[in-house]
């Protein structure tokens, strides 16, 4: 079932976050009077911060935006978005560029790592989330957990997405 | 993971963290998805969204972006910037971050029209900031930062001077 689930996540990742589009559905006054309890599933297939790398297109040539010289802060803040997303969804490609760029993100990014060892995301997210989820009367959370780490989140996160996404 | 579930419905809240290319900027990004897990609430979503094989309730985006403070630094520079006096920018930025996201979740899940006079949201007036490209509402902002929602709907955590810097 988890599986399922995993598939969902990555599915709504896919099908709506083009601009323009309405991502967000929003819960209807419907939906408020019929919940009576909730649990609350969280997904976290990473234990240390990542480093992400521009991606090659799929035809083998850099992104534009890479050749760029010189970038706006502007530019800089989409980028950052979009690649967030893209990240999520094909965390690191297949070919020997990506490999590179992935290898070469680590490297740059190990003082922060470290710098972060000891640092408690997960338990530090799940009491943040649990402390405002809980607050929220219509929701009825009865329950957080992480769900289990293992294959299934693994899949999601490879699944390539049909489209880039620009926010 | 839905077998043993006893309630009506799930709230999935998927997360990833990190470095964008560069290491310029911290992002903590977050999707979630209401399920239905009994007949009720399925006869909702079906009723609501006829085309929706999922019978989702609900579902949003969010996303934490915090800048090193430094300017046109190398990824060197910036991975040094992060990590100085044993990461305290960074673990300042992943705590807030955290707090960010949660607060984010909650506030959007109560966004609909019968909540709307009691949460932060109605208190500001209708103001619209230029981001990423698109006008974004300013839902609530802080000496430092912006929520923002952009045209689809999704929720951001911002600086402001990342805003001015556009």
New interface residues.
């Given amino acids: 079932?988890?599986r399922?689930?995993c598939v969902?996540?990555a599915?709504?990742?896919l099908e709506?976050?083009?601009?323009?589009?309405?991502?967000?559905?929003?819960?209807?006054?419907?939906?408020?009077k019929?919940?009576?309890?909730?649990?609350?599933?969280?997904?976290?297939?990473?234990d240390e911060?990542?480093?992400?790398?521009?991606r090659p297109r799929s035809n083998g040539a850099a992104t534009p935006q890479e050749n760029m010289p010189k970038v706006?802060?502007?530019f800089?803040?989409?980028?950052?978005?979009g690649?967030?997303?893209d990240?999520?969804a094909d965390a690191v490609g297949n070919d020997a560029i990506s490999a590179g760029r992935a290898r070469r993100?680590e490297e740059?990014?190990?003082?922060?790592r470290?710098?972060?060892q000891g640092?408690a995301?997960r338990s530090?997210?799940e009491r943040?989330?649990g402390?405002?989820?809980r607050?929220?009367d219509w929701?009825k959370?009865?329950?957080i957990r992480y769900?289990p780490t293992g294959a299934p989140v693994e899949e999601?996160a490879r699944m390539r997405p049909k489209r880039r996404f620009s926010? | 993971m839905r077998k043993d579930a006893t309630e009506t419905t799930l709230l999935l809240v998927s997360t990833r963290y990190s470095l964008s290319p560069g290491l310029r900027y911290l992002r903590i990004w977050c999707a979630a998805v209401l399920l239905p897990n009994n007949d009720t609430l399925k006869n909702i979503a079906t009723t609501e969204r006829p085309d929706d094989k999922f019978f989702r309730l609900y579902r949003n985006q969010f996303l934490y972006l915090e800048p090193v403070d430094t300017r046109a630094a190398k990824p060197e520079e910036a991975a040094a910037r992060w990590s100085e006096n044993n990461g305290e920018r960074i673990r300042a930025a992943m705590s807030e971050g955290i707090a960010e996201i949660a607060r984010l979740i909650a506030l959007d899940l109560q966004d609909f029209a019968a909540q709307r006079e009691k949460t932060e949201i109605a208190k500001q007036p209708s103001k619209i900031v230029r981001y990423a490209r698109q006008d974004a509402t300013v839902l609530s902002e802080t000496e430092r930062r912006y929520t923002l929602r952009l045209p689809n709907g999704t929720l951001r955590s911002v600086p402001k001077d990342l805003l001015a810097a556009e």
């Fill in positions: 079932m988890f399922s689930a969902l996540v599915w709504f990742l709506g976050a083009a601009s323009g589009q309405t991502f967000r559905i929003p819960a209807s006054n419907e939906t408020l019929a919940v009576r309890s909730t649990r609350v599933i969280l997904a976290l297939k990473q911060i990542i480093a992400d790398y521009v706006s802060p502007g800089l803040t989409d980028l950052a978005i690649f967030a997303f990240a999520f993100a740059q990014s190990e003082p922060v470290k710098a972060l640092y995301f530090g997210y943040a989330l402390e405002k989820l607050a929220i929701l959370v009865t329950e769900a999601c926010s």
